[in-house]
């Protein structure tokens, strides 16, 4: 009875075996052939490394050539007003083309970045703004000059979209990180060009000083090569290959690998369509957004602009001037067009620009504490108390102390809006929105020079109050932004 049980048991358990041998295999099969991942996942499971140090410096590089081009103005601005007896708004004139040309690329590059990729639009926006920014040293006359400059104003549009190919990229919990750290790349563009005045001017000239400014551009053409189309972008398009080609060769940098299965997302259509903008999911998103670009660019460019225009005229309201900042611009005898810049001013200047990294710890603390909406809210409220203490009556060290914090606070501001737009639209649309907000924040470098210049040589409190109020109606419109993009990931489609 024993051996029968014994027998029955062997039986039923190898029947047992046999019948699950069949089923266990062709599952196992069918889960290895059937995984899937999106980019997305393959951006974060790759995470970060050696590739986006490369990134990081590359891309950087590209905010001293765009930094350059838009700070030189602030520079040779005593320059050309005294070779060409310009009136002040001649001289806002010309900042205002640069924002012109900037303004009206800005939403053609950024359509041509979401249909045809970004790294061809950024490309293409490096050679172009370096050859007019050269052709602008030979200009014969203030109308070749304005004109010329605008032409560079267009190609720095493209250069620009190299954030949101930078951004895609960037695994989602480094980006606030690494993203504010790019300022620094701005303020060496920003000291490069003041340095460059600094040295040149005086004894070669401005022209000589442009066509020095143009190198950094020639060596970032050929370093550029290094840096892949957007992968998020190639998806999108419908290219799985060039992607998966694209995540292989970071994952390889990174020492990391793929997340296993097939990188399968859908195509999407309607790159570059506007509609998805203004559709329900961002319409109030984007309005609030194009105000707060203004404002950004407004705010920003108007402190660059009104602390040169404050110190080439001694405007400052100053209890310990020396006998360099007792010149004025307006005399008994009539205007005063050649007042240059002196060694303090430019050290001036040089200091104000450090402040723009001074504080970016505290903005990386801002954004992982209070996300990107009270950030900016906090920063525009901030601002808008450091313009009106500008007024105040304080020595030479004190004005230095709030230059110094004031282009802190509107540069992380800058900073802040860009991260936010670049994170808050989806990949089918981030190019374009990103420029369109940059097209209406020219349009607030475009007015700035009128203020900042124009007015402040007229009452400086009347041209500093436009700016304080507009960074408390911007720091609202900031708080109503209807979508948090802290710890987000980058959407691919609305």
């Known amino acids: 009875m024993g051996d029968f049980m014994k027998t029955k048991l062997v039986s039923a358990i190898q029947l047992q075996e046999v019948e699950m041998q069949p089923a266990d295999k062709p599952q196992s099969t069918k889960q ?11 951006v974060e499971t790759i995470g970060f490394g050696r590739f986006h140090i490369l990134l990081f410096i590359i891309m950087g590089s590209a905010n001293i050539v765009e930094a350059m081009e838009i700070m030189l103005l602030a520079v040779v601005s005593p320059e050309i007003r005294c070779e060409w007896h310009l009136e002040d708004w001649q001289v806002a004139l010309v900042s205002t083309m640069v924002f012109l040309g900037f303004m009206v690329c800005g939403v053609l590059a950024g359509y041509l970045a979401d ?8 490309f293409g926006g490096f050679v172009w703004s370096a050859y007019f920014s050269l052709l602008t040293s030979f200009a014969p006359s203030y109308g070749w000059f304005i004109f010329l400059r605008s032409m560079v104003g267009c ?5 620009s979209q190299g954030f949101v190919l930078k951004t895609e990229f960037i695994p989602s919990k480094y980006r606030a990180v690494l993203l504010p750290l790019a300022t620094i790349f701005w303020m060496l563009g920003s000291m490069l060009i003041i340095i460059l005045g600094m040295l040149v001017v005086p004894t070669w000239g401005w022209r000589w000083m442009i066509r020095i400014s143009v190198t950094p551009s020639i060596i970032l053409l050929f370093l550029f090569q290094f840096i892949p189309e957007s992968a998020r972008y190639n998806v999108s398009a419908g290219n799985m290959a060039a992607a998966v080609e694209t995540l292989q060769r970071i994952a390889k940098m990174n020492r990391a690998s793929l997340p296993p299965g097939e990188l399968l997302e859908p195509r999407v259509e309607q790159r570059g369509n506007w509609r998805i903008l203004l559709g329900s999911s961002f319409r109030t998103t984007s309005l609030l957004l194009w105000f707060s670009w203004f404002v950004a660019s407004f705010i920003y460019y108007g402190s660059v602009l009104g602390s040169s225009e404050l110190l080439e005229k001694n405007l400052l309201c100053l209890t310990d001037p020396d006998g360099e900042h007792l010149v004025k611009h307006r005399n008994e005898d009539g205007l005063c067009y050649c007042i240059a810049f002196q060694l303090s001013d430019y050290q001036t200047l040089l200091i104000s620009c450090l402040g723009e990294v001074a504080l970016v710890p505290v903005n990386i603390c801002l954004l992982n504490v ?3 909406k009270m950030s900016l809210t906090v920063l525009q409220l ?10 105040i009556c304080t020595t030479m060290f004190g004005f230095t102390v709030l230059l110094f914090l004031l282009r802190s606070l509107v540069a992380m ?16 649309a981030r190019s374009l929105g990103m420029g369109f907000c940059t097209s209406f924040s020219r349009i607030g470098g475009m007015i700035a020079p009128f203020i900042a210049q124009v007015l402040m040589s007229q009452s400086v409190i009347s041209a500093l109050t436009p700016f304080a109020v507009s960074c408390v109606f911007c720091a609202l419109g900031n708080f109503l932004l209807p979508i948090e993009t802290r710890g987000r990931a980058l959407q691919q489609s609305s």
Do not use: C, D, K, Q
């Open 32 to 42: 290895g052939h059937g995984e899937t991942f999106s980019v997305e996942e393959a």
């Open 115 to 122: 249909r045809y990729g970004r790294w061809t639009v950024v």
């Open 155 to 159: 190609g720095v549009a493209g250069v």
């Open 370 to 372: 209070l996300g990107r």
């Open 382 to 391: 901030g601002a808008a108390i450091l313009f009106m203490m500008l007024n």
């Open 413 to 428: 501001n800058f900073n802040v809006v860009y991260i936010y737009t670049a994170e808050v639209y989806p990949t089918a």
